[in-house]
């Protein structure tokens, strides 16, 4: 149901409080404001001009924060669909316009059109507009539209109309509370490393984007970082051009962190203004001397490695291995590493910095995951230039009646590096869970029911080699 509202009422409900927002990292938020409500005894029209236009509507809870007034809403109705020239033409379909044409001397004119297509196709692509002026169809506006003045029933902002019911009079400092599409945030690391060492220093970078169709001046600001169940589906949220703005914030004005129910809350010590199409980073952890290795990681069995569950009895499964050595930095969330504090999911850069010029260089990235406080992180960075591996079976032996296999398999590690390092072989039994190891050159440590790895240190322009032979018995 519509109806319209007084001018002087209209007013009155676009000024409100400071609104607050938590934003999830999963693309939507809670938005809360604070709404001025007149209400008289009985039933009360009301509009609220200036909601987002991803709000979805079943969300609502408008409340007497203090608890004085009970007010109950009657009916709501939520209207996105905003003043613009597709929505008016789309309005005036089989209705005849004006339309003012400028020629090339900037004299003016009018002619007359009948709007028989106007292309407007709310949340999709529009098409063209079709115009039959003289008789003739055209498929482009002829000029700039003209269109009668708006009625009461027009809309510049997205609205949210009730029909209130209280029972008694009353001014209301009411608390409009909603979900939102549109807004979402993220976390960043930057990792900075020395040519030479296993210490690093991280600047961690919170990131909140606005795509709601909304801004929100000098709004405080908490983020919700975990996986919270959400039974809608997300509305797709269209990419569009955004100005972006970084601050740094003072070392008294850091970020806290809480946990909260089953998820960690973060709330930014400072109203923020978030504009319509923007994202605004801030500074959330900095962290220096960061104890992370540099581990080297050799998985030669590439795609063979993956377990299905089933037995496999096929002789030529997993002959074949990879060349690459994965290099990884590894690190502990902890209080004693100079960290400690819960890591929300974001993307981890990594840097060195080349002693030559003094200038970093950039060495990797990846994701990370939410990550708790005490935690170990391990992160891969890319493949080794100087480092190579070579896995090879040597043998193989399986009986005719199939009730067991042997296999023997040969690791080359290559270092051509000027320093000896240490790779991390990690083989994959994945035959059957029902193994053992009859031989091997060197010990291992069991990681898994399928997995098994080996620690080799390589000197520096030398080769090292592993070999085992593992036993799978079917009987």
Do not use: C
């Amino acid at each position: 149901m519509r109806f319209a509202l007084p001018a002087a009422l209209a007013l009155a409900v676009a000024a409100s409080a400071q609104p607050a927002l938590t934003v999830y990292n999963q693309g939507f938020a809670v938005v809360r404001e604070r709404v001025p409500l007149d209400l008289r005894a009985g039933e009360t029209a009301f509009a609220f001009s200036g909601v987002t236009g991803q709000l979805e509507p079943d969300s609502v809870v408008l409340r007497d924060p203090a608890g004085r007034v009970p007010v109950r809403i009657l009916e709501q109705s939520y209207r996105a669909d905003v003043m613009s020239q597709s929505l008016l033409l789309s309005l005036n379909e089989g209705k005849e316009l004006e339309f003012l044409v400028r020629d090339q001397n900037a004299k003016e004119f009018r002619v007359r059109g009948r709007v028989v297509r106007s292309g407007h196709n709310p949340g999709g692509q529009p098409a063209a507009p079709i115009v039959e002026v003289d008789g003739r169809l055209r498929f482009s506006l002829p000029g700039e539209p003209l269109f009668p003045a708006l009625t009461d029933d027009a809309i510049l902002r997205p609205t949210l109309s009730w029909r209130l019911a209280a029972p008694q009079a009353a001014k209301v400092e009411a608390e409009l509370g909603y979900v939102t599409g549109g807004l979402s945030w993220q976390a960043a690391y930057n990792l900075v490393a020395p040519e030479k060492g296993d210490t690093l220093d991280i600047v961690g970078w919170i990131s909140v984007s606005n795509e709601s169709g909304k801004a929100f001046e000098n709004a405080a600001v908490k983020l919700m970082a975990g996986d919270v169940n959400r039974v809608q589906p997300q509305r797709p949220v269209a990419m569009r051009a955004r100005g972006m703005v970084m601050q740094a914030m003072a070392a008294d004005e850091a970020v806290t962190e809480k946990a909260f129910d089953e998820f960690h809350l973060y709330t930014l010590p400072r109203p923020v203004t978030l504009r319509d199409r923007e994202t605004k980073q801030v500074e959330f952890m900095r962290a220096t001397g960061v104890r992370a290795p540099v581990i080297y990681v050799y998985d030669g069995a590439g795609q063979w490695g993956r377990f299905g569950g089933a037995m496999n009895r096929d002789p030529g499964y997993g002959a074949q291995g990879n060349r690459k050595v994965a290099v990884m930095r590894e690190f502990k969330n902890s209080e004693a590493n100079r960290l400690g504090l819960p890591l929300p999911k974001g993307k981890l850069r990594f840097y060195r910095r080349d002693d030559a010029d003094g200038r970093i260089e950039f060495t990797g990235e990846n994701e990370l995951d939410h990550t708790p406080r005490n935690e170990l992180i391990r992160v891969k960075t890319g493949d080794a230039f100087d480092v190579v591996g070579e896995r090879v079976r040597v043998n193989f032996n399986g009986s005719n009646r199939q009730d067991f296999a042997e296999e023997d398999f040969e690791i080359r590690l290559r270092n051509r590096k000027t320093e000896p390092v240490t790779v991390r072989v990690v083989e994959h039994l994945y035959r059957w869970s029902n193994w053992s190891i009859t031989a091997k050159s060197r010990d291992f440590v069991k990681k898994d029911a399928q997995t098994i790895e080996f620690e080799v240190p390589v000197p520096a322009d030398s080769e090292q080699v592993v070999t085992y032979r593992v036993r799978y018995e079917w009987r």
